[in-house]
C-alpha cells in the first residue's frame, strides 16, 4: 500500500514540474525543492537578486494547486492587523467580528518580506509555527494545507529589515534561483513577449489531493542508519570551526522529512543517503551563522554546508530499503 501512495506521489509531482515548467525556463532543482517543501508543508524562504522569476516562481506553484491564494506586498509600513486581520466592531450587532487577514489563506506569497518592520515580521512568526493567529485573545487556525512562500532580495539592503534567526529557521529551506544560461534566457523572452503563461495555468492537484501526498510521504521508510546519518550532518555544522551558531535540532527534523518526500517523488518508499545530501544546503543553510572571521573572509555559508556534509562517513553498507 505504502508503495501505491509513494508511486502516486511521483506521478503527481510530475504533473505539478510540468505545470511549473511552462512558466519557468529549466531551473529543475530549484523547482524540485519548492514541491519538496509543499510536500513536507514546510515553508520556502526564495531569495535571489530582481528580475530572476522568484514571484513568478511562487506564482506558478500557486496556481497549479485548487488552493485559496493571498499575496502580501510587505512594506516598511504594513501592519501585523494588515497581514493577521482584525477585529472590528459591526454596528448592526453591536459586536466585534473577526475579519481574517491575507495570511489565512491555503497558499501565502510574502513579496519582499525584509522590507517590513520586524513587528509585522514578527506577526508571521506564531502562523508559520502553530498554524494559527491570535488576535484579542482568540485563536484562528490556518487552513490546511498551509504553505508561505516569502522572497527577497539579497543585494539590495537600504531600507530592509534583516529576517532574526529565529525566524529564518521557521522556514524549511531557502532556495536560489540563479541566472540563465544563453538559451534558457532565449526562451524566457520568446514565451513572455506576446503574454505571461501564468495567465493559462489551470488548477491540477486539490486540496485534498495534496493532504493525502503530505501524509503518503511522511510514511516512507527511513533507516536507523540513516537517520543517524542526518543527524551527524546536522550536528557537523556545531562543531566546525567558522560557524558559530549550529544547526538546530530542527534541521534533523526538516532534513528527514526533506528526504522521504525526494524519495517519494523518485518513487522510492525508503530513503538514500543521497537524498538527505541532495537536500543539505538548502536546508541547513540559512538556520547556521558565520563567525566574524570567516564573514571578513567572505566564506560563503553554502560551502561550509558542503564541507560538513563530505566530511561525515556515509553509511554505504546500510540496509536502507524496507525489509
Given at each position: 500500500?505504502?508503495?501505491?501512495?509513494?508511486?502516486?506521489?511521483?506521478?503527481?509531482?510530475?504533473?505539478?514540474?510540468?505545470?511549473?515548467?511552462?512558466?519557468?525556463?529549466?531551473?529543475?532543482?530549484?523547482?524540485?525543492?519548492?514541491?519538496?517543501?509543499?510536500?513536507?508543508?514546510?515553508?520556502?524562504?526564495?531569495?535571489?537578486?530582481?528580475?530572476?522569476?522568484?514571484?513568478?516562481?511562487?506564482?506558478?506553484?500557486?496556481?497549479?494547486?485548487?488552493?485559496?491564494?493571498?499575496?502580501?506586498?510587505?512594506?516598511?509600513?504594513?501592519?501585523?492587523?494588515?497581514?493577521?486581520?482584525?477585529?472590528?466592531?459591526?454596528?448592526?450587532?453591536?459586536?466585534?467580528?473577526?475579519?481574517?487577514?491575507?495570511?489565512?489563506?491555503?497558499?501565502?506569497?510574502?513579496?519582499?518580506?525584509?522590507?517590513?518592520?520586524?513587528?509585522?515580521?514578527?506577526?508571521?512568526?506564531?502562523?508559520?509555527?502553530?498554524?494559527?493567529?491570535?488576535?484579542?485573545?482568540?485563536?484562528?487556525?490556518?487552513?490546511?494545507?498551509?504553505?508561505?512562500?516569502?522572497?527577497?532580495?539579497?543585494?539590495?539592503?537600504?531600507?530592509?529589515?534583516?529576517?532574526?534567526e529565529a525566524q529564518l529557521d521557521r522556514f524549511f529551506l531557502r532556495l536560489r534561483m540563479?541566472?540563465?544560461?544563453?538559451?534558457?534566457?532565449?526562451?524566457?523572452?520568446?514565451?513572455?513577449?506576446?503574454?505571461?503563461?501564468?495567465?493559462?495555468?489551470?488548477?491540477?492537484?486539490?486540496?485534498?489531493?495534496?493532504?493525502?501526498?503530505?501524509?503518503?510521504?511522511?510514511?516512507?521508510?527511513?533507516?536507523?542508519?540513516?537517520?543517524?546519518?542526518?543527524?551527524?550532518?546536522?550536528?557537523?555544522?556545531?562543531?566546525?570551526?567558522?560557524?558559530?551558531?549550529?544547526?538546530?535540532?530542527?534541521?534533523?527534523?526538516?532534513?528527514?522529512?526533506?528526504?522521504?518526500?525526494?524519495?517519494?517523488?523518485?518513487?522510492?518508499?525508503?530513503?538514500?543517503?543521497?537524498?538527505?545530501?541532495?537536500?543539505?544546503?538548502?536546508?541547513?543553510?540559512?538556520?547556521?551563522?558565520?563567525?566574524?572571521?570567516?564573514?571578513?573572509?567572505?566564506?560563503?555559508?553554502?560551502?561550509?554546508?558542503?564541507?560538513?556534509?563530505?566530511?561525515?562517513?556515509?553509511?554505504?553498507?546500510?540496509?536502507?530499503?524496507?525489509?
Amino acid at each position: 500500500m505504502v508503495a501505491e501512495r509513494v508511486e502516486s506521489v511521483a506521478q503527481v509531482a510530475e504533473r505539478l514540474r510540468a505545470s511549473v515548467g511552462r512558466v519557468i525556463v529549466g531551473k529543475r532543482e530549484p523547482v524540485d525543492l519548492l514541491l519538496v517543501a509543499l510536500l513536507c508543508e514546510g515553508h520556502v524562504l526564495i531569495e535571489d537578486v530582481p528580475g530572476i522569476g522568484k514571484t513568478t516562481l511562487a506564482k506558478a506553484v500557486a496556481r497549479s494547486l485548487d488552493c485559496s491564494f493571498q499575496r502580501i506586498q510587505f512594506t516598511p509600513d504594513l501592519l501585523p492587523s494588515d497581514v493577521t486581520g482584525a477585529s472590528v466592531f459591526n454596528q448592526r450587532t453591536s459586536d466585534f467580528e473577526f475579519r481574517p487577514g491575507p495570511v489565512l489563506s491555503q497558499v501565502v506569497l510574502a513579496d519582499e518580506i525584509n522590507r517590513a518592520t520586524p513587528r509585522t515580521q514578527a506577526a508571521l512568526l506564531e502562523i508559520m509555527e502553530e498554524r494559527q493567529v491570535t488576535v484579542d485573545g482568540v485563536a484562528h487556525p490556518a487552513p490546511r494545507p498551509f504553505l508561505v512562500l516569502a522572497t527577497q532580495n539579497p543585494i539590495e539592503l537600504e531600507g530592509t529589515f534583516p529576517l532574526p534567526e529565529a525566524q529564518l529557521d521557521r522556514f524549511f529551506l531557502r532556495l536560489r534561483m540563479g541566472y540563465p544560461d544563453e538559451a534558457e534566457e532565449m526562451e524566457i523572452v520568446a514565451r513572455f513577449r506576446s503574454m505571461s503563461p501564468l495567465e493559462m495555468l489551470e488548477p491540477i492537484v486539490t486540496s485534498d489531493t495534496l493532504l493525502a501526498m503530505q501524509h503518503a510521504c511522511r510514511e516512507v521508510h527511513v533507516s536507523p542508519d540513516v537517520q543517524a546519518y542526518i543527524v551527524r550532518l546536522v550536528r557537523a555544522t556545531r562543531r566546525h570551526p567558522a560557524i558559530e551558531l549550529g544547526a538546530s535540532p530542527r534541521a534533523s527534523l526538516a532534513l528527514t522529512r526533506g528526504a522521504q518526500a525526494l524519495a517519494a517523488m523518485a518513487g522510492r518508499d525508503f530513503v538514500l543517503p543521497d537524498d538527505a545530501k541532495a537536500l543539505a544546503v538548502a536546508v541547513i543553510a540559512h538556520r547556521v551563522l558565520l563567525n566574524p572571521q570567516a564573514q571578513l573572509r567572505g566564506r560563503s555559508v553554502d560551502d561550509l554546508v558542503r564541507e560538513c556534509v563530505d566530511g561525515v562517513p556515509v553509511p554505504v553498507e546500510a540496509e536502507l530499503a524496507t525489509p
